[in-house]
């Protein structure tokens, strides 16, 4: 797929072959070869076809290479060129659509041209806020259609289609559609009405994910519920957007059937139905091999496939159609030839084909003719006295040729103890010493013939002892295995290890293994630091040139136990679980113990826990695990112990959560205090999950004023709440409290917290500073003094001090704040030869107490220079630049 807006303007096919000599490539396009000499546009780079500024009109359709040498020619599968692109919406305004509030509504999208899939959602009013599908607005990715089953007030507005290209994510918008409401009533209750629905046949290919599609208009808002015709819907399925869509992965072949989906409201309800049908593209059985045949043989080639449909074949030699005539015969699959010759030579392909797709099977037909050969000739056969000895006679030739064999000048004529085998191999049965000697072999057929010599030679047969050869060792010990040959001094012998069948690598296990020669005849093998995995059956194989020994020991390993089985959790309560496994290895030393572990998502890792009986002896295959929290998911695994040690867990059990049951815990650390006046602020660590035993998990906060008998209850409902602020008026400053924190779950009340003292809050300050004054200082200063208030409740923890001219309004003054108990601020920057309104309150940490009698004070003149008052001037002038200068260059300043 080529994005048609890509920077890169060339679309290249591939295509490689293997051949001797290399191949040459073509190209066909729609069953046209390419002229790369007429359209410049096309360009071959060795096997691969670039096709420059490509486009949809002539560049789209199915592309093959062709592939050729001397040998033959093969014809690859179809691949097909498509184009991605995305048009643009018209700019035709949208007219408007009015309905009545509850009734149903479709806003049609009408996206502009595209390929391949676009991906639909909706605008609603302005970019980026995107309609929110739920059981009542639902989005097609069909159609593009937005569908809304309930119109409602909140849903007026301006809707905009959106679509994105899948390969390109290029994206365009529709022009907005206004979505009004009819003033003349509110719609009615009504049954349901599906407007979207899957087609009625849908094919799906095997192994990709369907998505199957229904939502229905309605007053009330319908519920949609699915089943599958005569069978279960698969369990791998899930459900999408309020049950609006049916997503079904990796679909095989038993998930085809008959698909419903209902609608349904307190008015009535709908359904439809649709059937699933999976179809597989060819996929082969059997395929056909290069083969090599003598002239005037038969060929019989089979080639089978599976798909759905079942698929059909047919055959190409050399990149052309066969059909069947004369020596060649075709049915379906199977090609046979008669009396191969030479012109049958070449590539062959049989095609398995469905309606879906093709799949090739390639091989060589290779035709021989040539004189015998014998390749190496002669040949030396060294035999053990007594055994059956074979002399091969394989010659290359074609057509195959007749074999005679003769000792010295005299033919062998076949007896009961010298045989000529149908291969024509030569057995020689219970061999002896009077069997040595030279024997010839000869080939001929039309094209010519040839000679072997087979020299034979007898020996002795070799013994070999393999020493201890049986031994029992413990993990981490060690132990040597020694191999010693019996054999004829004129041969040599050489030794190799075996494990379990399989030749010991002591470059890899080197850590381990280590071979060690300590006679011409003699080899050990030291195994160190012994694991479980060195349990088995060692060998020691001694070979000469006539003979070959095998010979075995077997080494057992005691350790720590195996992995116990399957652990399944038989029953569970609120705190135990019934659990269950089956034995692991032993590993030669029995089981003694078996630790039973849990973890759930408030343990670090796994975690050993109680159980009942205690200990879990050797013998036993189920457990009881006690003192479990009820409500929290575990998973179980169990571990078993010997006398070597401790073995590796089992798998961890399936995941199960313990019933519910009443909570146990009791919230910690309650305190309080603070607040606003007339409030009792109370305050907890909320109790973790693990405690909670259940759902429906909340407090009950508890209180009564010091000497009073009942107690105020409330429910706080949210389990993650740490704190309830309780408010009365009644009730004056610093009043003691008696405070307890219970908590509750569905099951019922649990244990409430010891009883704390809590005071309610003392509040904002009640009282304002008295006596306050203030006088200017200066043209820009004006300084304010006041009394504390009288102590009591609500103490401050400082005062703010506003001011505003007499000819401005309060809310445009300024503030300044002092800090603990001052009695005194000077207010700064402000207009010379001003009256001033000045306020002082207090504030603490609740809030601010009321505010002082507002008071008056005036900003001095700001004084004039004159001739009479110059020599004042430079005076304080002077004082002020040597008072600032101290730490400047004095050069800077001049009189």
Known sequence: IFPLD??????????????????????????????????????FIDGNLIITNASEITDYGKYQCKAENSVGTVLSRDSLLQFAYLGAFSTKARGGVSVREGQGVVLMCTPPPHSPEIIYSWVFNEFPSFVAEDSRRFISQDTGNLYISKVQPSDVGSYICLVKNTVTNARVLSPPTPLTLKTDGVMGEYEPKIEVHFPTSVLAAKGVTVRLECFALGNPVPTITWRKINGNIPKKARLRKSQAVLEIPNIQLEDSGTYECKAENPRGSTAFKGHLQVYTLPQWVRMINDTQMDSGEKLQWECKAIGRPRPTYRWLRNGLPLTSQGRLEIVNGELSIHKVQQTDSGMYQCVAENKYGA???????????????????????????????????????????????????????PNKRIMLLRNNTLKIVNSSRADEGNYVCRAENQLGSAEMTAILWVKEAMRVVLSPSRVEVTVGESVVLSCKATHDTSLDVAFQWFFNQKPINFQYDGGHFEYIQTQSSTVDLMIRNILLKHAGKYGCRAQTSADTVFAEAELLVRGPPGPPGVVIVEEITDTTATLSWTRGMDNHSPISTYNIQARSPFSLGWQTVKTDPDPVTGDMESAMAVELNPWVEYEFRVVAINAIGTG????????????????????????????????????????????????????????RANGTRGWKEKMV???????????????????PFEVKVGVYNNKGDGPFSKVVIIHSA?????????????????????????????????????????????????????????????????LTGLDGNSVYIVTVKGFNSIGQGPASTPVTAKTRKPRECSADTYPI???????????????????????
């Open 873 to 895: 001037i430079l005076h304080v002038e002077y004082r002020l630049l040597v008072k600032f200068a101290r730490n400047s260059p004095v050069k800077k300043w001049r009189n």
């Open 6 to 43: 890509s920077d890169e303007k060339k679309v290249v096919m591939h295509c490689e072959a293997r051949g001797n000599p290399p191949p040459t490539y073509s190209w066909y396009i729609n069953g046209t070869e390419v002229d790369s000499e007429a359209d410049y546009r096309y360009t």
């Open 648 to 703: 590796d867990p089992s798998a961890p059990s399936r995941g199960v959560r313990t019933k519910e049951a009443v909570p146990s815990v009791a919230p910690a650390n309650v305190s309080g205090g603070n607040g606003r006046r007339h409030e009792l602020v109370i305050s907890w660590e909320p109790v973790s999950e693990e405690f909670q035993n259940g759902e429906g998990f909340g407090y009950i906060v508890a209180f």
């Open 359 to 413: 799949v090739y099977s390639n091989a060589e037909l290779k035709i021989l003719a040539s004189a015998p050969v014998f390749v190496p000739n002669p040949i030396r056969v060294i035999a053990t006295l007594g055994k059956d000895v074979l002399l091969d006679c394989k010659p290359k030739a074609s057509p195959k040729p007749w074999v005679t064999w003769k000792r010295g000048d005299r033919r062998i004529i």
């Open 762 to 826: 003392e509040g904002e300050p009640r009282e304002p500073p008295s006596d306050v004054k203030a006088y200017g200082i200066s043209s820009s200063e004006i300084r304010v003094t006041w009394k504390l208030p009288a102590s009591g409740p609500g103490k401050p923890r400082g005062y703010e001090v506003s001011y505003w001219k007499d000819t401005e309004q309060e809310e445009s003054g300024k503030k300044q704040r002092t800090i603990k108990n001052e009695t005194s601020a000077v």
């Open 717 to 735: 409902t949210s389990a993650d709440s740490t704190m309830y602020k309780y408010r009365d008026e009644t009730f004056p400053p610093l009043t």
